[in-house]
């Protein structure tokens, strides 16, 4: 078979803690988003748009959705004959085995996947990411510049530059020093998680690495400083667009908020760059001769009788007579009955809230209430808020 | 568990449907928000675990085939069975078929290689949710050799006078089969039959110069064959014509209705377009109306139905109408009792209106 020149590796298997019990049964990149998808859509729809056919997609903390979800690729276009996605879950040799013990470890057991390639570039991914990026043309930017590793880096307010891997870069983009979290930042350029390598120089790195029993095995604490010591050839790539890391509950809901905007900086609606997830056919959505929808995005197999206020509504959700939503995100298959009020607040899948139960804080600023237990049932008299 | 293969015969079908056939047969005409007629057909024989199934095309059938690829969107891209589409393309020289015996003539060999035992031929235009297995359990309990399916109408419309109707006895034989205006018992184009039996009927036929399967070898045999009737009681909507496809389309905004065509147990599958969820925009004000994902709404919309990627700019008003695929109403542009075939445009402060028992359509790819 013939070589790939890029292959795909999505790092998959983080738990997302921050999520608190929203990733208590999954695991962070399987996490709903934006009315329709999965996070890990978003890796995956940008690695078919930029003809990237070709992904293992490493898991380990709670993966039966993600498994189940990925499937053979096909809603991703990645069930292909040679290449497509591969589920690649840690496991036992000879030698032994075990968890995954890093992002670097994580790609060191796979070797063999990588080199039934032969790839000449190897795309490390992350599954936590909320973003819509070519990775075709960083590409094309790592070859020109003939460097041994490429990291996609984005502008961020200087204010919080410390709380990201930050890139100290010269004129000519080649990165110089990396920060991770530095508390005085030289630079505002954040490391987004996304790094192309050429394989030859990676896989020594790796192999390096693994031999070194002080090592975390992590890309971004081992692997990259290492390769800076060694006066290697590392370039910046900047990106422009929206990007988010929906690591914690008040960033999931913003990033859901952010599509509500007049003009979204996300835009979902370009049918040159469709964003792929499963489908589940369901029929279209019902507006009610009772119901008010004002600034929200709604999906398919909804029966809205109520009050929608700027909110994220997923398939599935039924909404009674009398209820009002604002400012949340209501998970599929959610069943709200009459004279609910949800102010700010994300509600998990399939949960039941039962007539006039009362949920969330409207106070504009305070925290978002979360409802995380999947399938539960929230009594009439309940009320909670966070 | 006996096997069922289906055959999607539109060879018969009435075509009343004026503009919304310009460019393709009534099976492909978008119906309900996001589906196209065939999806009921196609979905009720998967739901009912039929796994071959064979399309009789003749006519307008390019966007039919576009629309149902391999089959995938029912599950039929397999390797045991599967999706045919069998277009006109005939050339066996010894050739005497005529009519839709042609189809069954040059296409024997789906009806000779399928596992099943039994087919169920069904047209297109009678949306429904049938499950398929229970027809068979009834066909096997009276020993019949064909049974053909009806439903007993509460009031009959235009579009029940094409249709054929039964006549039935107490023990719900089939004793006649016309076109009487004022029975009740219309017949829903979807017969069951066993291979062996349609096999020798075919033949039959063919050698008497036969040209209608249905009528020649089945109807004209009443005598002769044990025709069972099976009543369909669920939700049923007979669409051959732009009057019916109007009414039956805004009876899915009934709770009842839609309801009764969708179900969790038995749903409805139709080819995926990846479109985002709607948006509905603050300016948007949208009460009792089907709308599909990848909307964009800024205006009005009332009693209406919404197809996928539909825009409605702010100021437009929507009243009882039906809008398809990628259609774009500009800012302060007013329908009503309008049916937008796909890809149109209404620019800005247009007014159409159409009259509620006869909607204004538009034929596809129109701007105005």
């Known amino acids: ?386 | 568990m006996d096997r069922i293969a289906g055959i999607i015969n539109l060879d018969h079908e009435q075509d009343l449907l004026d503009e919304l056939t310009y460019f393709r047969c009534g099976a492909a005409v978008p119906f309900g928000g996001r589906y196209r007629m065939i999806d009921f057909t196609v979905s009720n024989m998967t739901n009912s675990r039929v796994d071959s199934v064979a399309v009789f095309a003749r006519r307008k059938y390019r966007s039919l085939m576009d629309h149902l690829e391999q089959g995938k969107a029912w599950d039929l891209d397999r390797k045991r069975g599967g999706l045919f589409i069998l277009p006109p393309d005939w050339n066996d020289p010894t050739d005497i078929s005529k009519g839709d015996l042609q189809h069954f003539h040059n296409n024997i060999d789906f009806i000779n290689r399928t596992l099943a035992d039994y087919i169920l031929v069904s047209g297109s235009q009678n949306i429904c949710n049938i499950n398929f297995q229970d027809v068979l359990s009834e066909h096997k309990k009276v020993n019949a050799d064909v049974t053909v399916v009806y439903a007993r109408v509460d009031e009959l419309y235009p579009e029940h006078q094409q249709a054929h109707k039964l006549e039935i006895d107490q023990n719900s034989r089939v004793t006649g089969i016309h076109n009487d205006h004022s029975s009740i018992n219309v017949y829903m184009d979807m017969y069951l039959i066993s291979k062996d039996l349609m096999h020798d009927l075919i033949e039959q036929c063919i050698a008497h110069g036969g040209e209608h399967f249905f009528l020649d070898g089945i109807k004209s045999r009443l005598p002769d064959l044990h025709v069972h009737a099976y009543e369909y009681e669920g939700t049923h909507a007979l669409v051959n014509s732009v009057e019916s496809y109007y009414r039956n389309s805004t009876k899915l905004l009934e709770a009842e209705q839609h309801d009764g065509l969708f179900s969790d147990d038995a749903p409805i599958f139709t080819k995926v377009k990846n479109e985002p969820p709607s948006n509905y925009l603050p300016s948007s004000q949208v009460t009792n109306t089907l709308v599909a994902n990848g909307c964009v709404i800024e205006g009005q919309v009332e009693d209406s139905i919404l197809f996928r990627g539909v825009k409605v700019g702010e100021g437009a008003v929507i009243k009882n109408s039906i809008i398809m695929q990628r259609c774009e109403i500009e800012p302060n542009a007013v329908l009503e009792n309008v049916i937008l075939d796909k890809d149109c445009k209404i620019s800005e402060g247009r007014t159409l209106i159409g009259a509620p028992e006869k909607p204004f359509v538009v034929p596809k790819r129109k701007s105005m």
């Open chain 1, 1 to 386: 078979m013939k070589n790939k020149e890029c292959v795909a590796m999505l790092l998959a298997g983080g738990q997302g803690t921050r999520l608190k019990s929203l990733t208590k049964q999954i695991a962070k990149p399987a996490v709903y988003f934006g009315g329709k998808y999965r996070i890990i859509d978003f890796p995956l729809s940008n690695c078919t748009n930029s003809d990237i056919d070709t992904v293992g997609v490493l898991t380990q903390y709670e993966p039966l959705i993600l498994n189940d979800y990925i499937g053979i690729g096909s809603p991703w276009d990645l069930d292909r004959k040679h290449g497509g996605v591969s589920v690649l879950p840690p496991f036992m040799q000879s030698e032994g085995g075990g968890w995954y013990t890093g992002t670097a470890n994580a790609i060191y057991r796979n070797l063999k996947f990588l080199n039934q390639y032969d790839p000449e570039h190897v795309l490390i991914l992350s599954g936590d990411h909320i973003y819509k990026m070519d990775y075709s043309e960083m590409l094309d930017y790592h070859k020109t510049s003939g460097a041994d590793a490429t990291i996609s880096v984005l502008e961020v307010p200087w204010e919080d530059a410390s709380r990201f891997g930050i890139m100290n870069t010269n004129e000519q983009h080649r990165i110089v020093e990396f920060d991770e979290k530095p508390e005085h930042p030289k630079s505002n350029l954040a490391s987004m998680g996304v790094y192309i390598f050429r394989w030859d120089v990676l896989k020594e790195y790796l192999i390096e690495d693994a031999a070194d029993e002080n090592s975390s095995h992590d890309f971004g604490k081992d692997i990259i400083p290492a390769l800076l010591h060694d006066h290697k050839n590392l370039m910046a790539y900047q990106f422009e667009g929206y990007w988010k890391d929906v690591g914690t509950v008040d960033s999931l809901w913003e990033a859901n908020m952010d599509l509500l905007k007049k003009e979204p900086e996300l835009n979902l609606n370009d049918p040159k760059w469709r964003i792929y997830s499963k489908n589940p056919n369901q029929p279209p959505q019902y507006i009610a001769k009772t119901a008010k929808v004002n600034n929200a995005l709604i999906n398919e197999g909804c029966r809205i009788h109520g009050t929608v206020d700027t909110s994220i509504i997923f398939y599935g959700v039924h909404l009674s007579q009398s209820s009002v939503v604002k400012d949340s995100v209501i998970m599929p298959d959610v069943k709200i009955g009459k004279n609910v009020t949800i102010n700010r607040a994300i509600i998990a899948k399939g949960t039941v809230v039962e007539d006039g139960a009362v949920i969330g804080d409207p106070t504009p600023g305070s925290e978002i209430t979360l409802v995380a237990e999947e399938g539960s049932v929230l009594a009439s008299n309940y009320v909670m808020n966070s």
